[in-house]
């Protein structure tokens, strides 16, 4: 796969999520991009270069997530002891791939595995696929994206100036959904 405008850390990350598309195929397991990639998927187009691939499922699909990765060559990366419970790192390639794990709480609400008090939006998870050279997808919602940024500053994250051109992006996918 040689794509033009592309460096090669982007088309080694493609080539990962193509294969992590496949895996979870295997599995009939669903998955939803979060960050820039997601944002790439709904435009239909690779906006700038990204340091890591990020991931929902659903918690009920990590055992056999993890074995299925393992299999096919990742290696498990060490994740901070207030994470284990709701996150699994992996390295293929240079490539990080973070995976949360999703689930609901006691009341219906959407939630990360082991963190209630962060709620998330009813319609978080978008049910279409979106296509990027070759590789289906589906992505959180640009509202949740958008969201997240939002509590990320709330609590302190350093400023990214990637960001900034984030929130524009979805502002822009936010505002062609109506």
């Known amino acids: 796969m040689k794509l033009e405008n592309v460096d090669e850390q982007t088309q080694t990350q493609l080539k990962?999520?193509?294969?992590?598309s496949k895996i979870f195929d295997n599995l009939d397991a669903d998955f939803?991009?979060?960050g820039g990639w997601a944002i790439d998927f709904m435009l239909g187009k690779v906006t700038r270069p990204h340091s890591d691939i990020d991931i929902k499922t659903w918690i009920t699909n990590r055992e056999l997530l993890e074995d299925a990765l393992l299999k096919a060559g990742y290696e498990r990366k060490?994740?901070?002891e207030e994470?284990?419970?709701r996150q699994s790192d992996f390295l293929k390639n240079n490539v990080v791939i973070s995976i949360g794990y999703l689930t609901y709480d006691v009341d219906g609400n959407l939630i990360m595995n082991g963190l209630p008090e962060w709620v998330w939006r009813d319609d978080s998870l978008m049910p279409d696929y979106f296509q990027l050279q070759g590789i289906k997808a589906k992505v959180l919602h640009p509202k949740q994206l958008l969201?997240?940024?939002k509590i990320y500053e709330e609590i302190g994250r350093p400023y990214r100036i990637k960001?900034?051109?984030s929130k524009r992006l979805l502002h822009q996918i936010i505002s062609e959904f109506k």
Do not use: T
Request: proline letters at 5%; hydrophobic letters at 35%; glycine letters at 4%.
């Open 16 to 20: 990962v999520l193509y294969e992590i």
């Open 32 to 34: 939803w991009l979060r």
């Open 78 to 80: 060490p994740v901070g």
């Open 83 to 85: 994470f284990r419970n």
């Open 147 to 149: 969201e997240e940024k």
């Open 163 to 165: 960001d900034e051109k």
